[in-house]
C-alpha cells in the first residue's frame, strides 16, 4: 500500500538522530578534507580510464567568470543515497512493467552501502518503498505502479527534496535523484527555477532514464518542453540523462559513477556576491572530464 510522501514527516526527529551519526562517518570517510566554505559535489573522470587520483592542480574553477581558489578536492567513497523519482500518470508513453524492469536495475547494481528510496508520482507524490538495498522489497512494492492522472513533477521533486534527502543533510552528502519519466510536468504549483534552485541548493545530483516525449515536442507557454527539462535538470545538476530503453547499462553508470568517481570540492568564494546566483565553471585539465552544477543560487556559503 502506498502512502503520500508528506506522512514521513512524522519520523523527521528520528532521521535526524541519524543524521548526527551520518555526519560522523562522512568525516571518517573523506580523510583530511577541509570542507569550509561552498561545497561542490563533483564527478571526475579520466579518459584513459586510469584509476590515478585527480588533484587540485587538474582544476580551474570560475564563480561568474572570476577565477577562484580551491581550497580541497577530495575523493568521496561514502555509500549513496538514491531517490527513484518514477513517472504513475496516465499518458506515460510505456508500460507498468517496462518501468518496475527499469526501476529493478538500481537494485542489481548498488554499492554495498548503498540504499535507495522509491516514489512514485501522478498528481501526488507517494511511497512506494522506503530507504533499502534489498532487491526483494523492492520487487515486491513495485506491484503498486499504476498509470493514473497527469504528471506533477516539480511537486514531486521539491518533495523528494525536503521530505526524502533534507533530512539526511548535512552528514550525507552523496545524494542523488533519478527521474523516470518523460520529463512533461502538468499541473504542479512549484515552478522550474524554484525547484532547480534547490536541487543545487543542496547539491542534488539528478540522473534521469529519459522516456520519449508523450507531446511530441508541441510548444509551451509556461515553461521548457519535457526534453529541455530533462536536459536542464540533469545538466545543471552535474548528472546525465539516459534513454529509457538503456536501463540495464543506465543503472550500471549511474551506480559506478556515484562510487568511484564523485569527489568533494571546497572554496572560499572571492570576488562574488552570495547574494545572487553565481554561474559556475568548473574545468579540468586535458583528458580530465568534470560535471558539477552549474550554479550557486544565492546565499549559499
Known amino acids: 500500500m502506498t502512502r503520500p510522501i508528506r506522512f514521513i514527516a512524522a519520523i523527521a526527529g ?48 570560475y564563480e561568474n567568470g572570476i577565477e577562484q581558489k580551491i581550497k ?26 517496462s518501468l518496475k524492469k527499469a526501476a529493478m536495475e538500481f537494485a542489481y547494481e548498488i554499492f554495498e552501502g ?14 512506494i518503498q522506503e530507504w533499502t538495498d534489498d532487491a526483494k522489497k523492492m520487487e515486491a512494492s ?44 502538468r499541473g504542479s504549483k512549484m515552478g522550474f527555477d524554484k525547484i532547480l534552485g534547490e536541487l543545487q541548493n543542496q547539491n542534488i545530483t539528478v540522473y534521469a532514464l529519459q522516456i520519449p516525449d508523450r507531446t511530441g515536442g508541441a510548444y509551451r507557454r509556461d515553461q521548457p518542453k519535457p526534453t529541455a527539462i530533462i536536459q536542464q535538470l540533469t ?18 553508470a549511474i551506480c559506478d559513477e556515484l562510487r568511484r568517481n564523485r569527489y568533494l570540492l571546497s572554496y572560499i568564494p572571492a570576488n562574488t556576491s552570495t547574494y545572487d546566483a553565481r554561474k559556475l565553471l568548473l574545468i579540468g585539465e586535458e583528458g580530465v572530464t568534470i560535471r558539477t552544477k552549474s550554479a550557486q543560487p544565492p546565499n549559499i556559503k
Open 14 to 61: 528520528l532521521m535526524l538522530i541519524t543524521t548526527v551519526l551520518a555526519g560522523a562517518q562522512s568525516r571518517r570517510n573523506v580523510k583530511g578534507a577541509d570542507l569550509e566554505g561552498s561545497i561542490l559535489s563533483v564527478t571526475a573522470i579520466r579518459s584513459d580510464g586510469k584509476s590515478d587520483p585527480i588533484k587540485v592542480e587538474d582544476l580551474y574553477l
Open 142 to 185: 513495485f506491484a503498486t505502479f499504476r498509470k493514473k492522472g497527469n504528471p506533477y513533477l516539480f511537486d514531486a521533486l521539491s518533495a523528494s527534496v525536503s521530505e526524502v534527502l533534507l533530512p539526511l543533510m548535512p552528514g550525507t552528502r552523496k545524494t542523488a535523484v533519478v527521474i523516470i519519466s518523460d520529463g512533461l510536468d
Open 72 to 97: 580541497n578536492f577530495s575523493y568521496d567513497p561514502s555509500p549513496a543515497k538514491i531517490v527513484l523519482l518514477v513517472d504513475n500518470s496516465q499518458t506515460l508513453p510505456t508500460s507498468i512493467e
Open 114 to 127: 548503498d540504499q535507495l528510496f522509491t516514489i512514485a508520482f501522478d498528481e501526488k507524490a507517494e511511497i
Open 235 to 252: 545538466e545543471a545538476t552535474g548528472g546525465r540523462a539516459f534513454s529509457f530503453d538503456e536501463a540495464q547499462s543506465a543503472a550500471k
